[in-house]
């Protein structure tokens, strides 16, 4: 079956401007992930949703960052104002329900870079 | 609050020898315990995990790794290196709630 997509899988942006980051969850799947990959703080959370629960945002590094889950699949993550420090490979995750043992799988992530 | 440290940065071994790759983990609650491969430019892939059921854990591609409660460790192996292993090694960790908290990561090269 399908893994989880994203896209677009390379971003180039400059710095002020705004960028939308798309994420197709596994099919079935109520949970998902939001992760950031940079070279300076390694892997980290950002955001979470469970079916109509609220999310859980507590990783998110700042109010510049927002993202929503539309019907219960596809997510976007939207950075507004572009910094440079937000140049990272943000990965997308879900998995079944969300549980604390299940297994999260990962998107190929979107390659972020601002100029 | 739960984290984990893998120890080493960086492990070059010849094809064919052992793969040894160190994670530490600490948790105020009982841990569940992941690694993660990653190859360049790919996203992260499940390799095996450990939820209780058994302190050693087989996954994919002939790795394993043993859950150790006195040492808190859960280390990688596999005995006999191969090329494809090239890659980057995550040991990850969740404990009382859903979030992954992820090591540094290990770089495994393999000379041929």
């Known amino acids: 079956g399908a893994g989880v997509s994203q896209s677009p899988s390379n971003k180039v942006t400059e710095k002020g401007k705004d960028v939308e980051l798309r994420c197709d969850p596994i099919s079935g799947h109520t949970a998902l992930y939001w992760y950031r990959q940079s070279l300076g703080q390694g892997l980290e959370f950002l955001i979470y949703?469970?079916?109509?629960?609220?999310?859980?945002k507590s990783g998110l590094p700042s109010d510049r960052f927002s993202a929503e889950r539309t019907g219960g699949s596809v997510s976007t993550l939207t950075i507004q104002r572009t910094q440079q420090e937000d140049s990272a490979v943000y990965l997308c995750a879900s998995s079944f329900r969300g549980g604390e043992q299940e297994t999260q799988y990962f998107g190929p992530g979107t390659r972020l870079l601002v100029l | 609050a739960q984290s984990v440290t893998q120890l080493g940065s960086h492990v070059s071994v010849s094809e064919g020898a052992l793969v040894l790759l160190r994670c530490n983990y600490s948790?105020?609650?009982?841990?569940?315990l992941f690694w993660y491969v990653q190859y360049p430019n790919q996203g992260l892939q499940l390799l095996l995990k450990?939820?209780?059921?058994?302190?050693l854990v087989k996954g994919i591609n002939g790795f394993e790794a043993e859950f150790k409660k006195s040492e808190t460790s859960f280390h990688l192996t596999k005995p006999s290196a191969h090329m494809s292993d090239a890659a980057e090694y995550f040991c990850?960790?969740?404990?009382?709630?859903?979030?992954?908290?992820f090591g540094a990561g290990t770089t495994v090269t393999v000379r041929a």
């Open positions: 949703f469970q079916g109509n629960s609220a999310p859980d």
């Open positions: 990850a960790v969740t404990g009382g709630d859903y979030k992954l908290s």
């Open positions: 450990y939820t209780s059921a058994a302190t």
């Open positions: 948790s105020s609650v009982p841990p569940y």
